[in-house]
């Protein structure tokens, strides 16, 4: 739940993250309004055209500049599979690069599991050593 402030706080440019289009993101005090001005990119998971006009969004924002970041398994692995590394990709995070016409930098972000308990966002936050 926390990864994606970990890679913002983590990376020096100014970096977007594409998010899923829950009322929960849109509403939350302080967070919704971070995350509009960080230029994320809302998409929605149940209804394919809406979810291309996201794609299109967020390549757009690439080609003026912005970067922008997926976590193209699109949950959380550990809920899918608490035993599993990492979970299959969704094809939309790579049809961002592709519309953008721009490379895809893989990052891992290492040790972040335990930094947060819960899988809504209210939740407990937690100290610890993570890597990206």
Known sequence: MLDSYILVSSIVKPIGVIIADVPTWRH??????????????YINRENNREG????????????????MAIFPEGDLTWVKDPDALISDFKPGAFKIAYKAKCPIVPIV???SRKTYEGYEPIGR???GNVEV
Do not use: D, F, T
Request: charged letters at 20%; hydrophobic letters at 40%; glycine letters at 2%.
């Open 28 to 41: 939350l005090p302080i967070v919704s309004h971070w995350l509009n001005m960080m230029k994320c990119v």
């Open 52 to 67: 291309m006009k996201s794609i299109i969004k967020a390549s757009e924002n690439i080609k003026k500049g912005q970067s």
């Open 109 to 111: 972000i290492k040790n």
């Open 125 to 127: 936050i937690n100290s």
